[in-house]
C-alpha cells in the first residue's frame, strides 16, 4: 500500500526516511554533524550524488548553528531559496 499524505510534514518525513535508506543501501556514511544538511541537499534536489560529492570544512555546521543563533542574516539569491528557509525553524533559534 502506497501512504498517502495529506500534510507537508508527513511528505517531508517519508522523503527523509527514503533518503535515509537509500544512503545506507548504498553503504554511504555520512558524519552526524553534517548528515541533516545532506539529506536536505538531496531532498531539494534529488540528487544523491551530493552524499559523495558535497564537502565540509571541519566544524561548519555546528559553526552555521552558532551563527544562526547570534543573529546572523540569511542572504538568498532567489525567492525559492527564501521559500525553503524554515521561518518555524528560526523562530527557534
Keep these: 500500500m502506497i501512504p ?3 500534510l507537508p510534514a508527513d511528505i517531508e518525513r517519508t522523503s527523509m526516511q527514503i533518503i535515509a535508506k537509500e544512503l545506507e543501501e ?4 555520512i558524519p552526524r554533524e553534517n548528515l541533516a544538511v545532506v539529506k536536505r541537499v538531496i531532498h531539494t534536489t534529488a540528487d544523491f550524488e551530493y552524499a559523495e560529492t558535497l564537502h565540509f570544512t571541519e566544524n561548519a555546521v555546528q559553526k552555521a548553528i552558532e551563527a544562526l543563533h547570534n543573529g546572523a542574516t540569511i542572504i538568498t539569491d532567489t525567492n525559492m531559496a527564501l521559500a525553503g528557509v524554515s521561518k518555524p525553524g528560526l523562530k527557534k533559534l
Design 4 to 6: 498517502q499524505h495529506h
Design 26 to 29: 548504498r553503504h554511504i556514511r
